[in-house]
Each structure stands twice: as structure tokens, then as C-alpha cells.
T-cell receptor
Framework: RKEVEQDPGPFNVPEGATVAFNCTYS??????FFWYRQDCRKEPKLLMS???SGNEDGRFTAQLNRASQYISLLIRDSKLSDSATYLC??????????????FGKGTHLIIQP | ETGVTQTPRHLVMGMTNKKSLKCEQH?????MYWYKQSAKKPLELMFV???????ENNSVPSRFSPECPNSSHLFLHLHTLQPEDSALYLC???????????????FGPGTRLTVL
């Protein structure tokens, strides 16, 4: 059974602080990993893909640990506009057939002034 | 703007009504998806269409009927829904890559459905 687990939060973090959260996945055959951001009453939007070597995009760093089956997201120098729900998304290769993505429930982040 | 549009944005319907949700993508993608997002639950994949053929149906009740007339359009036909079907219905599209893995998905704004 495909599962993606996240701490729902909320994480209350002061502006300018660094915040990190993890996501674990149960399907060891998973091939692709993503972090999506969803603002209140809006659709999810891709924040960044997660590569085996880890990747950084400005203040955001994503890392993948295949051995422990988790991915992480680090946000440095947090801004008020970073307040949102962050969705961990995992895609398992279904052996050639089309497959959708498995979403976690999301981690709610609140940046406080 | 994501390049994926959905209409209507809000829909209120009775349990005996028949309605349809529409999704259109302008990104040149070849795979489209319907998701259901309920409060405090993760997004649930409902249907996947790849190259206009349905390739996944995650045990969705028959009162939901998808239709994909071409690679740019996706419909979700609704009939005799239940109050527990009230949710945000999101359409997404992506470009299928080699090996069957989906690439990045782009979501529409969703239709917020209320069933009375």
C-alpha cells in the first residue's frame, strides 16, 4: 500500500528562522519525489523536485535519503509569504503503466512576524 | 497562471442532479488526472488518462464518470452524488516520459463542490 507520511503541524516559526520538515514513504520502489506548496483554498503548485544528490533553490533545500526512505525540506531565512501547506509527493514506477502521484496530507507552516 | 483551467469554480448541487466538471490544459501535455481533496485528507487520485485512454481508476464509485475527448480536455460527469462527495476536485496534467513515469504535474484551480 502506498503511503506518504508527514507531520501535519502546524509549525509556528518566527520570521527569519530556519525550519525543516521530513516526509517518509513506504514504497521502496518510488522513483520520483517532489515538494508541492498549497496556499489556503488554492491548488497545489510545484515547489521543487527532489534529486538523489539533493538540490537547492534559493532559500529552499531538498534532500532524499533512499536508505531510510525519507525526504526533507529546509527553508532558510523564512518569510511571511512562506506560510502555506507543504505537500510531500512520491511517485512509484508501476512497471510501465501510467501512475499518478501519492500525496502526503501536508505540513502546515505558519511564519510569524 | 498554471495553464490548466477548470469550470465551474464553485458548484452546489442536489443529490438528484446531474452536472459536469470541465478541465482544459494549454500546456501540450498528454496525461490528465482527476483528484479529490477533502478536508484533513491527502489528495486522492481518482482517474488517470494517458494519451486519451483511461489507465487508472482507483475504485471510484460509478456516480463519477470521466471523459477525455482529446488530450486537452477532461470532464467529470456527476450524478446522484452523496453529501460526503462534497470536496475540492482538482484536475492536473503532465507530460508522460519514458518508462511510464509521470513528470511534474500542473494543477488547475479546482472546483469546490457542495452536495446538499
Amino acid at each position: 500500500r502506498k503511503e506518504v507520511e508527514q507531520d501535519p503541524g502546524p509549525f509556528n516559526v518566527p520570521e527569519g528562522a530556519t525550519v525543516a520538515f521530513n516526509c517518509t514513504y513506504s514504497n521502496s520502489a518510488s522513483q520520483s519525489f517532489f515538494w508541492y506548496r498549497q496556499d489556503c483554498r488554492k491548488e497545489p503548485k510545484l515547489l521543487m523536485s527532489v534529486y538523489s544528490s539533493g538540490n537547492e533553490d534559493g532559500r529552499f533545500t531538498a534532500q532524499l535519503n533512499r536508505a531510510s526512505q525519507y525526504i526533507s525540506l529546509l527553508i532558510r531565512d523564512s518569510k511571511l509569504s512562506d506560510s502555506a501547506t507543504y505537500l510531500c509527493v512520491v511517485n512509484a514506477d508501476s512497471g510501465g503503466g501510467a501512475d499518478g502521484l501519492t500525496f502526503g496530507k501536508g505540513t502546515h507552516l505558519i511564519i510569524q512576524p | 497562471e498554471t495553464g490548466v483551467t477548470q469550470t465551474p469554480r464553485h458548484l452546489v448541487m442536489g443529490m438528484t442532479n446531474k452536472k459536469s466538471l470541465k478541465c482544459e490544459q494549454h500546456l501540450g501535455h498528454n496525461a490528465m488526472y482527476w483528484y479529490k481533496q477533502s478536508a484533513k485528507k491527502p489528495l486522492e487520485l481518482m482517474f488517470v488518462y494517458s494519451l486519451e485512454e483511461r489507465v487508472e481508476n482507483n475504485s471510484v464509485p460509478s456516480r463519477f464518470s470521466p471523459e477525455c475527448p482529446n488530450s486537452s480536455h477532461l470532464f467529470l460527469h456527476l450524478h446522484t452524488l452523496q453529501p460526503e462527495d462534497s470536496a475540492l476536485y482538482l484536475c492536473a496534467s503532465s507530460l508522460m516520459v519514458a518508462g511510464g513515469l509521470t513528470d511534474t504535474q500542473y494543477f488547475g484551480p479546482g472546483t469546490r463542490l457542495t452536495v446538499l
